[in-house]
C-alpha cells in the first residue's frame, strides 16, 4: 500500500463516523474551535470531542495550534481534496467500464448496427 493510499485509507476511517464528521461540519461553519467550544455545539462531552479531534488529527482533516491552555482546531482540506480526487478517479473507471458494458448490450440487442469502439 502507498502512502498516498493509506492517506486516504485513514480519511476514509474518519468520516465514517457520523460525529466525527458533525464536528467537521461545525469546524468549517465556525473557522476555528477548542474541544470546549466544539462540546457546546455538540451533543457529545468534552472528552469525547478530544477523542474524535485526535483521530481527525491522526487522519490530516484538522490542525491544532497551541493558545495558552487551549489547542484551537482548523480544518485541513488538503487530505479531504486527495480523497475527493481518489474518488473521481474510481467514478471514472466506473464510467468507462459501465459505457463498455452499455456498447455490448446495445450491439446484443442490435448485431446489425455498429458501434463507436
Not at 461545525?26 to 468534552?46: D, I, K, N, Y
Not at 481527525?56 to 488538503?78: I, K, N, T
Request: net charge neutral; charged share 25%.
Amino acid at each position: 500500500m502507498t502512502a498516498d493510499r493509506d492517506a486516504v485509507d485513514d480519511v476514509l476511517v474518519a468520516l465514517a463516523d457520523p460525529m466525527r464528521r458533525r464536528i467537521l461540519a461545525v469546524l468549517a461553519g465556525q473557522g476555528a474551535g477548542t474541544a470546549t467550544t466544539l462540546a457546546a455545539e455538540l451533543p457529545v462531552s468534552r472528552q469525547a470531542v478530544v477523542k474524535h479531534l485526535a483521530v481527525l488529527d491522526r487522519a490530516g482533516l484538522v490542525a491544532g495550534h497551541r493558545s495558552g491552555r487551549e489547542v484551537r482546531y482548523v480544518l485541513a482540506p488538503q487530505r479531504l481534496d486527495a480523497t475527493a480526487q481518489w474518488m473521481a478517479g474510481l467514478a471514472a473507471e466506473w464510467d468507462l467500464r459501465l459505457r463498455a458494458i452499455k456498447r455490448l448490450a446495445e450491439s446484443a440487442i442490435n448485431p446489425d448496427t455498429e458501434t463507436d469502439g
